[in-house]
């Protein structure tokens, strides 16, 4: 199936990519679900899938994971299935993923599909990397904060939010219309009806991410055993002291390996085909 975005994308990054929430009415026109709530319940039965139910009732947030051998235990309201990574186990909703491929490969992380009863969501919460929020099947409404200092909180283990917020948008999604959020903003959803959420994000690498990354790639490789010397150890006052001299000479031994375009790039270019064969593997 081919979907096409209905987008003016020069003018959607100047004004709006990492920069403002917005929702864009029938951004994909006539749209026709790639899989059914059936199917998406089926795949969370499988153990290499990565699934979720979140149920709120009574006041009180529960999570439990996948994989599930039934959903005769749940209710009419109040709870939401969410699969992640749905693109590698189930070939036509891939084609989703496609009209966003004016935006880098490499920042594509996956599509996450959400089945929502009446009343089913996560609650309100952050996330830090750009998703576009694809309404499918049913309606759900959407509400979005501006982006300021927000505490989060834990009310189940599994799950992290923020407190209630006001909203700066506040709209009821149709089939076909797009939610854009960038990270950073508070968002909160919930369906008025039996509804199909399609979430294509896009990965944004923190730095801590980045060193570990690499550390691993360095290790695999059995790179950087070039080690520290000092043939001409310069004196100080006390032996506990550290030179400013040793602290630049270790920090560019560091720094060389990262320096080495041979190795960063391949490290960086192999980085999501690795992550796409290991979740392929999982199938």
């Not at 947030?61 to 693109?87: I, K, R």
């Not at 969501?121 to 990397?129: A, E, F, N, R, T």
């Not at 509400?143 to 700066?168: N, S, T, W, Y």
């Not at 797009?178 to 968002?187: K, R, V």
Request: hydrophobic share 35%; charged share 25%; glycine share 8%.
């Amino acid at each position: 199936m081919d979907y096409h975005l209905t987008l003016n994308w020069p003018d959607f990054i100047e004004r709006y990519w990492q920069k403002r929430p917005v929702v864009l009415k029938r951004g994909i026109a006539n749209f026709i679900d790639p899989i059914t709530p059936d199917e998406l319940a089926g795949l969370a039965m499988e153990s290499e899938v990565d699934s979720r139910l979140v149920s709120h009732l009574d006041g009180k947030w529960q999570v439990s994971h996948g994989p599930f051998e039934s959903y005769d235990h749940l209710g009419e309201s109040n709870w939401s299935l969410l699969v992640q990574v749905v693109n590698n186990w189930h070939e036509p909703t891939a084609a989703l993923m496609r009209p966003f491929r004016a935006l880098p490969d490499w920042r594509i992380d996956d599509l996450m599909i959400s089945f929502s009863v009446p009343g089913g969501g996560v609650g309100p919460h952050l996330d830090q990397y750009d998703v576009f929020i694809i309404q499918g099947t049913g309606r759900r409404r959407w509400r979005v904060g501006e982006k300021v200092p927000m505490k989060q909180h834990c009310p189940h283990p599994d799950l992290l939010q923020v407190d209630p917020f006001e909203a700066i948008i506040d709209e009821e999604m149709e089939p076909g219309d797009i939610l854009y959020i960038p990270p950073g903003f508070p968002h909160e959803g919930y369906s008025l009806e039996n509804s199909l959420n399609y979430s294509v994000g896009f990965r944004a690498p923190s730095g801590r991410e980045m060193i570990s990354g690499f550390a691993d790639y360095v290790l695999q490789r059995e790179l950087g055993s070039l080690r520290y010397t000092d043939p001409d150890v310069p004196n100080r006052d006390h032996p506990a002291d550290i030179l400013p001299s040793e602290l630049d000479r270790l920090r560019g031994m560091m720094l060389s390996m990262i320096n080495q375009p041979e190795h960063f790039n391949q490290w960086f270019g192999d980085r999501p085909r690795r992550i796409s064969q290991m979740r392929s593997t999982m199938r």
